[in-house]
């Protein structure tokens, strides 16, 4: 049920690339919450086309932009000012991409240049997006950004290989440019911490299903879903989470603060 939570507000969303993605849930309910925005996606996300629907329904322009290219976001951040009419108070940053993932090359084997475009996707980005406002003055004071990462930053999940290292490091640039940017201009920067969800970046980790049932059956929650992590994102785009910055927030079921639950004991009483 939509409360127009976010009535007056402009914004920037990246990352939906079908509907399957958490940003692609986050659009959808930012406008139903009475956002604009524009919707943005690498080039080479766009020629599937889909975003192009997203626009449609929520009345929204598409500007392509490699988050890994400065000009790119200088280009992103000036043309959605002008579509928009004014500076923005939110960014969704929903950007993750391993080439060592993808390759299926293990962690002790990696290659260092698919560690560094790791790195340059799914972490740098966050830092070139809030440089790139920043130095354009194009987020609005209060303004909200948010970026998205897992529990593997913190805790071991072997198979995640490099995309912990980015995340860890994504999580880390949250505090020191949320620090920055709130005695700066009072922006504010988090990370929401979301369960394993089934998208194309969640699905292309080995052994997802797996760790997708393991994650709901040790949360006392259950796995938290796409939809109620895009809630999450609007809760924080609002006002009513002004004072919330530097912070890695856990959207997980409980996952994260669960020892054991008696759904995983019980597979061992046999042993
Ligand atoms: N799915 C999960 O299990 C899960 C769990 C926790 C956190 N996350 C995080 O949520 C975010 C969104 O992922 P998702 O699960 O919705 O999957 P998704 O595949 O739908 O989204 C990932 C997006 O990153 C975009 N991207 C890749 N390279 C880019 C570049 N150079 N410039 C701009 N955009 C680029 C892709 O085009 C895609 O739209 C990611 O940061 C992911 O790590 C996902």
């Given at each position: ?7 007056g ?17 986050v ?13 943005t996606?690498?080039p ?27 000009e790119?976001?200088?280009n992103?951040?000036?043309k ?6 004014g ?15 993808r390759?299926?090359i293990p962690?002790t084997?990696?290659?260092y ?19 790139t ?19 593997a930053?913190?805790?071991v999940?072997p198979d ?9 490091l ?10 920055q ?42 796995n ?9 994102c609007i ?10 910055t530097?912070?890695?927030l856990?959207?997980d ?12 004991i ?6």
């Amino acid at each position: 049920m939509a409360n127009q939570l976010l009535k007056g507000k402009k914004g920037i969303i990246f990352g939906a690339l079908d509907p399957n993605s958490i940003a692609w849930k986050v659009a959808l309910k930012a406008h139903a919450e009475g956002a604009v925005f524009t919707l943005t996606n690498a080039p080479v996300a766009m020629r599937m086309g889909a975003i192009n629907e997203l626009a449609a329904t929520t009345g929204s322009q598409v500007i392509p932009a490699d988050a890994t290219i400065n000009e790119d976001l200088e280009n992103l951040f000036n043309k959605s000012i002008e579509i928009l009419g004014g500076k923005v108070d939110f960014v969704l940053h929903s950007i993750g991409m391993s080439p060592n993932v993808r390759k299926n090359i293990p962690y002790t084997q990696t290659n260092y240049d698919f560690f560094h475009k790791t790195l340059d996707i799914s972490a740098l980005s966050l830092h070139r997006t809030l440089q790139t406002a920043m130095k354009i003055d194009a987020i609005n004071e209060w303004g909200s950004v948010v970026a998205l990462t897992y529990i593997a930053s913190q805790r071991v999940f072997p198979d995640y290989n490099d995309m912990a290292d980015a995340k860890s490091l994504l999580e880390s640039i949250t505090r020191s440019f949320g620090y920055q940017y709130g005695k700066a201009k009072k922006v504010r920067v988090n990370t929401i911490s979301q369960s394993p969800t089934k998208t194309t970046a969640g699905s292309g980790v080995k052994g997802f299903d797996g760790f997708f049932n393991y994650a709901d059956q040790m949360s006392p929650l259950g796995n938290a879903s796409a939809e109620s992590c895009a809630d999450y994102c609007i809760s924080m785009f609002s006002d009513l989470t002004k004072m919330v910055t530097m912070q890695n927030l856990f959207h997980d079921g409980g996952f994260s603060y669960t020892g054991v639950s008696a759904e995983v004991i019980e597979k061992f009483n046999t042993i």
